[in-house]
């Protein structure tokens, strides 16, 4: 599976940007999806994630409520939708698939990575 993102970039605090990520080589109904991040010197952390096979959704309490993960099945193709984004926003995002059909946040259960797409978010 090869996954290729875009769309992150610089916003001010408050504003909006939907990163996509764009999955080809293999059923991509199938796959759990999931966008991760990392801050340079940190961990990466789980984000959001979607399911392959129930469209059940996973947040981190630092984004529940402002930020939305889904797909589209007919593009290969998962969004994050981000709102109100804050400087601790800022970040490095990576978008992540797993043959596993259900819903994880586990980085080590996804087998497939981007190459990641930068947000920067000012204050």
């Known amino acids: 599976v090869q996954l290729v993102e875009s769309g992150g970039g610089l916003v001010q605090a408050g504003g909006s940007l939907r990163p996509s990520c764009a999955a080809s080589?293999?059923?991509?109904?199938?796959?759990?999806m999931g966008w991760f991040r990392q801050v340079l010197g940190k961990e990466r952390e789980a984000v959001a994630a979607i399911s392959g096979n129930t469209g059940r959704t996973y947040y981190a309490d630092s984004v529940r409520g402002r930020f939305t993960i889904s797909r589209d099945k007919g593009k290969d193709t998962v969004y994050l939708q981000m709102n109100s984004l804050r400087p601790e926003d800022t970040a490095l995002y990576y978008c992540?698939?797993?043959?596993?059909?259900?819903?994880?946040?586990?980085?080590?259960?996804?087998?497939?990575w981007g190459q990641g797409t930068q947000v920067t978010v000012s204050s």
């Open positions: 992540a698939a797993s043959i596993r059909p259900w819903l994880t946040s586990r980085e080590r259960e996804y087998d497939y």
């Open positions: 080589g293999r059923t991509f109904s199938s796959l759990a």
